[in-house]
């Protein structure tokens, strides 16, 4: 069954400090692994997306990195603000041509960043 | 560009009334999503577009729920009659051609309450 875990489901962090957010996923075959942030009553943007070649990716003080052997991947955030504070979405795609029909999402780490 | 537009942004009614939610993907675009939010759940698919022809349905929960694509800049949500376990948040994404990797936008999303 394909699925896609994320831990913890919740973290709470003082700001400046560095997190890392874990995603393990049983989706086969893989195409693409995506890391979205949702702020509260906003939709889902995208941070990064990396296929099966890429073991790592960054987007400003976000770094993804991908294990595909193992079926695992990161989204480390460097000295953490405030506006961090955020639901980070783990999505995992099977195809190669139209991907999006096939994203198979986890349930989100709920980060709050304290001052 | 103004994004992924959703209206209504809130929208409260009773049980067995029909409700019709809008989203204008971004210019461009030639896919169009219909995604439903809850905490039990998560993010799950209910339908997709690829150039305003319906794709996948295979998410719609049940006959209560319809979905059209009159044109490339609108697109419409419709549940009748609405029950309370319809109560959601249901974001509308856009997204255009790509090799695989393509990027979704999201809109702000529809709070729906169905009391």
């Known amino acids: 069954k394909n699925q896609v875990e994320q831990s913890p489901q919740s973290l709470i962090i003082l700001e400046g400090k560095n997190c890392t957010l874990q995603?393990?996923?049983?989706?086969?075959?893989?195409?693409?692994l995506r890391w979205y942030k949702q702020d509260t009553g906003r939709g889902p943007v995208s941070l990064t997306i990396?296929?099966?070649?890429?073991n790592t990716k960054s987007n400003g003080r976000y770094t993804a990195t991908l294990d595909a052997d193992t079926k695992q991947s990161s989204l480390h955030i460097t000295a953490s603000q405030l506006s961090d504070s955020a639901s980070y979405i783990c999505?995992?795609?099977?195809?190669?041509?139209?991907?999006?029909?096939?994203?198979?999402f986890g349930r989100g780490t709920q980060l709050t960043v304290w001052p | 560009d103004a994004g992924v537009i959703q209206s209504p942004r809130h929208e409260v009614t009773e049980m067995g009334q029909e409700v019709t939610l809008r989203c204008k993907p971004i210019?461009?675009?030639?896919?169009l999503f219909w995604y439903r939010q809850t905490m039990m759940r998560g993010l799950e698919l209910l339908i997709y577009?690829?150039?305003?022809?319906?794709?996948?349905d295979s998410g719609m929960p049940e006959d209560r729920f319809s979905a059209k694509m009159p044109n490339a800049s609108f697109s419409t949500l419709k549940i009748q009659p609405s029950e309370p376990r319809d109560s959601a948040v249901y974001f509308c994404?856009?997204?255009?051609?790509?090799?695989?990797?393509?990027?979704?936008?999201f809109g702000s999303g529809t709070q729906l309450s169905v009391l």
């Open positions: 999505v995992v795609s099977t195809d190669r041509g139209s991907t999006l029909g096939r994203l198979y």
């Open positions: 995603c393990n996923y049983t989706v086969s075959p893989f195409s693409n």
């Open positions: 990396m296929t099966f070649s890429e």
């Open positions: 210019s461009g675009h030639d896919y």
């Open positions: 577009f690829n150039n305003n022809v319906p794709i996948d």
């Open positions: 994404a856009s997204a255009r051609p790509s090799r695989g990797n393509e990027k979704l936008f």
